[in-house]
């Protein structure tokens, strides 16, 4: 909650900026309440892109946690739903409990490959993440078109996407959640995103082995003096990171659309990344800042529509205003009170897209 | 004298309504309506017919695919006469609207619904991009021609088809290089890759090359006129871009199409069902004007002209891609 003010003052920028352009920023307010909240399919669709931000901002922050920086939640992701695609389309005639079970586990799977892929190299070669994971970023974007364009394109779309999977494999049928929301996407994997918030909450407050991972990443020396080994945590944080991307997989795949759509996420590994920096990593913080990102996020399309001047790009400059205010926020509190967070990363305040 | 009055009042109201303008919706691609390619096409279609027919225009760009839904929807919410979505990645959020407003009027390029709504406006690139081949071979003295595509996906994969055989049709021996820039929409804004390629292609011994990569087209260009070899633009007239060096555009109207579809509505012509645009009614063609005349002469022209009359009369069957696929 220390960066509110931080958030209103980005706000109050970014609405200025927007005087400036000629838009009355009550107006530009008023669209964006309206596009959150304006019908059951808007706060749905707002709500779903949430879903994906909750994750991806977990995975890049518990991999702060550790002093590490994962910007490879965007792979991560896109390796996770291609994989869960792939198997589906590999095994169709599976069961209903067993077949969702399955692709769930695989979706684990392969997120956790490919976060712990960066983890091994920089354990034990001295790889730097950020490089292994941006790389990885484009070699998942890689086989996931070469699979697309090869194997699984859907016969009945010009779109570069797989057919859709089986109806065992998603949650589709038994959703109670998307009843509230008629035709809008969101779907079970909201409750699941928020229970894996807490649950995150809980892992680093109250567990022996989140209290280690926050230690390697304060001081990797010292805490390899307490007998901590940096290097199993290193590969565990930016496992469980690419385990939690794949969260925003699942929320696609399995929940919503059933296919893999090339392009389907639109940098939610990125935004992940200004989600986690406005909530200072705190778990819960990401929850409410999933939200803002969304409600911008969705925002941005409404505001193209409504106005003259606000186009898609326009809204980019107000998130990235809103972040900037955030991200004052944060160094004032570290200057004026002294608390020590993970310095190491917080030079790097990507916006919300690269 | 009050009775009058209010006749008059109710008059001027009925005409009033009778000149409401309609309403257009325009949701643009990813590659947005600067990029010199297939999106300005359509926006220019969109804008001529803002001019000449009097109609209200509003055009947005889609920030990512699930997006692409919501702005149909909000276009219809809004009562918009006619929404019309441009790119092949509309197609599901085009038939899903378009069901839910059936008094909404809807078109797509380069996609396929069948409501009783929605009008589907294709293209027959392959067509086109015979003759670009053709064309091309034809002022190849190295015998090697190149390709280049944007994204990686069957609609380029048919113009690539079509250029292929347009170049053996002219002569067998030629060698052609194809190059994709990649597979993420990315691809179709990414002109320094697509300069990459170019200069990679040329040093091969490539000297004419055909790109169809949307706004990543003038990396092409800028390599064509670096190496002094040609290149060929695609979608809109792109002859413009670097004179002398552009030895003719593919064009795709999707400018006509997309006028045409709002000049229908405005008639009470609209009809559903899908539009074909190809050689016959000018739908794809090759661009001629001041820029390449010195590039193309009379003669190269008439034999363009044969192939295009041949093509017509099926005399030349052209391979299309979608129904290699298919088989």
Not at chain 1, 206 to 233: D, H, L, Q, T, W
Request: one cysteine or more; proline letters at 3%; glycine letters at 8%.
């Amino acid at each position: 909650m220390k960066s509110f003010l931080g958030f209103l003052f980005g706000l109050f920028c970014a609405l200025m900026i927007v005087f400036i352009a000629g838009e009355n920023p009550l107006t530009i307010l008023s669209i964006l309440i309206k596009s959150s909240f304006g019908s059951k399919y808007d706060f749905g669709l707002t709500l779903f892109y949430m879903t994906s931000l909750i994750f991806t901002g977990l995975s890049v922050s518990v991999a702060f946690k550790s002093g590490l920086f994962n910007i490879g939640a965007e792979g991560q992701l896109n390796f996770s739903a291609i994989a869960m695609v792939s198997f589906a389309m590999a095994y169709p005639q599976l069961g209903m409990p067993s077949s969702l079970l399955a692709i769930l586990f695989i979706g684990v799977l392969a997120g956790a490959t490919w976060g712990a892929l960066p983890g091994l190299l920089k354990a034990y070669r001295g790889s730097h993440e950020v490089i292994v994971t941006m790389m990885l970023n484009f070699i998942s974007a890689g086989i996931s078109s070469y699979l697309i364009s090869q194997y699984l394109q859907n016969p009945d779309s010009q779109n570069p996407e797989s057919a859709v999977i089986a109806e065992s494999f998603r949650t589709n049928s038994f959703d109670f959640l998307n009843q509230f929301f008629p035709e809008s996407p969101v779907n079970l994997f909201f409750l699941v995103s928020i229970a894996t918030a807490i649950a995150i909450h809980f892992f680093f407050s109250r567990s022996a082995v989140g209290y280690e991972m926050i230690a390697v990443g304060e001081n990797p020396s010292a805490a390899e003096r307490a007998n901590i080994s940096s290097k199993k945590f290193v590969v565990l944080s930016l496992t469980l990171s690419g385990i939690l991307a794949s969260g925003a997989a699942m929320n696609e795949v399995i929940g919503y659309s059933g296919q893999y759509k090339i392009g389907f996420s639109p940098e939610f590994g990125f935004m992940g990344i200004a989600v986690a920096l406005m909530s200072n990593n705190s778990p819960l913080g990401i929850i409410a800042n999933a939200f803002i990102m969304s409600v911008f996020h969705k925002g941005a399309s409404d505001l193209d529509i409504e106005t003259e001047t606000i186009t898609k790009d326009f809204s980019k400059v107000i998130q990235a205003l809103v972040l900037f205010g955030v991200g004052l926020q944060y160094y004032i509190n570290k200057s004026g009170f002294k608390i020590n967070f993970p310095g190491r990363n917080s030079k790097k305040k990507p916006k919300g897209n690269s | 004298m009050l009775i009058k009055n209010i006749l008059i009042l109710f008059l001027v109201a009925c005409v009033g309504q009778s000149a409401e303008k309609l309403k257009i919706g325009l949701v643009l691609d990813k590659g947005g309506k600067e990029d010199k390619s297939f999106n300005s096409a359509a926006y220019q279609g969109a804008t001529l017919a803002e001019k000449e027919l009097g109609i209200e225009l509003k055009y947005v760009e889609a920030t990512d695919v699930n997006s692409i839904e919501n702005l149909h929807r909000q276009f219809a919410k809004k009562k918009f006469d006619l929404i019309i979505g441009i790119g092949f990645a509309q197609q599901e959020a085009v038939k899903k609207v378009a069901a839910q407003n059936p008094d909404v009027k809807f078109a797509i390029v380069d996609g396929e619904v069948s409501a009783a709504n929605v009008r589907s406006l294709l293209f027959e690139e392959h067509q086109g991009s015979f003759l670009a081949g053709y064309l091309a071979a034809m002022k190849s003295k190295t015998k090697k021609v190149g390709y280049i595509g944007g994204m990686d996906i069957p609609m380029i994969r048919r113009f690539a088809t079509g250029y292929s055989a347009g170049v053996k049709h002219f002569d067998k021996s030629f060698t052609i290089v194809e190059n994709y820039i990649g597979i993420t929409a990315d691809s179709w804004n990414n002109p320094a890759k697509a300069k990459e390629l170019a200069l990679n292609q040329y040093q091969q011994g490539v000297d004419v090359i055909f790109v169809a990569a949307g706004a990543s087209g003038s990396g092409v260009f800028d390599a064509a006129e670096e190496k002094k070899h040609l290149a060929i633009g695609v979608d809109s007239n792109q002859n413009w871009m670097k004179p002398g060096f552009i030895l003719t555009s593919m064009l795709k109207r999707v400018d006509t199409a997309v006028y045409t579809t709002i000049k229908d509505l405005q008639n009470g012509q609209f009809t559903s069902g899908v539009v074909r645009y190809g050689l016959k009614d000018k739908g794809v063609d090759l661009a001629m004007d001041k820029h390449n005349e010195k590039l193309v002469s009379a003669d190269d022209i008439k034999k363009l002209e044969k192939i295009k009359t041949d093509i017509i009369a099926q005399k030349i069957t052209v391979p299309d891609f979608y129904l290699q696929k298919k088989k």
